[in-house]
């Protein structure tokens, strides 16, 4: 059955189940029924993140979004996204493209050089405590083509001693590239860690035009 407008919400969350299941079987029949079945559940705020793949020359992205913002990109571990997501946030995890149009529009632009600075309404749950403000510094405080060392990082967070702790949130940071984790540096400007790997990074900064330290 696929969910219309006038299915009760109970029925529409078992016929999304039942969609979502039908959809491993790929054939035309089941894509066809899934999509009704996401489009009923996005409009009756049934799917709590919705998430998509972006293909980047740097990789498969992996984005979700909830009713808040980006809340999340992974590079190119689908199952550790969804579970971590189920997990933490809310079991009604769906893959919904068109609810990330806009992300999949402006990560394109960004990786074509025609975007410098995403506008994006973020979801930032998935961080805490200093993780959090020092995330929120990075992405307000360091623009496109810049660097920051994480002692400088630490400083402008508010506690100088803690680049220990700047490079935990770094390795830690759920929505890299928008929250621009790889434009921090080791002082002295080696490259230090990047979740997506020393590779991207270095693309990421030369796409960027970054300066190193």
Known sequence: MTPTDDTPSNERDDALEQAL????EASP?????LRRAVEA?????????AWTSVDTPIGPLFVASTDA???RIDFGVEDRMLVDLAQRISPRVVEARARLDP??????????????????????RLSHGFRRTVLE????????????????????????????????????NPIPIVVPCHRVLRTGGALGGYGGGL?????????EGATLL
Do not use: C, I
């Open 137 to 172: 510094h990075l992405y307000a405080d360091v623009p496109f083509g810049r660097t920051v060392s994480y002692l400088e990082l630490a400083a402008a967070a508010g506690n100088a001693k803690a680049s220990r702790a700047v490079g935990s949130a770094m390795a830690t």
């Open 21 to 24: 299941r039908a959809g491993a």
């Open 29 to 33: 029949a089941a894509d066809a029924a």
């Open 199 to 207: 590779d991207a990074k270095r693309r990421l900064l030369a796409l």
């Open 103 to 124: 992300v999949r529009r402006q990560l394109d632009e960004y990786f074509e050089g025609h975007r410098r600075t995403f506008d994006l309404p973020l979801d930032w």
């Open 69 to 71: 913002g980006v809340v």
């Open 41 to 49: 559940a996005v409009a009756d705020g049934l799917v709590d993140v």
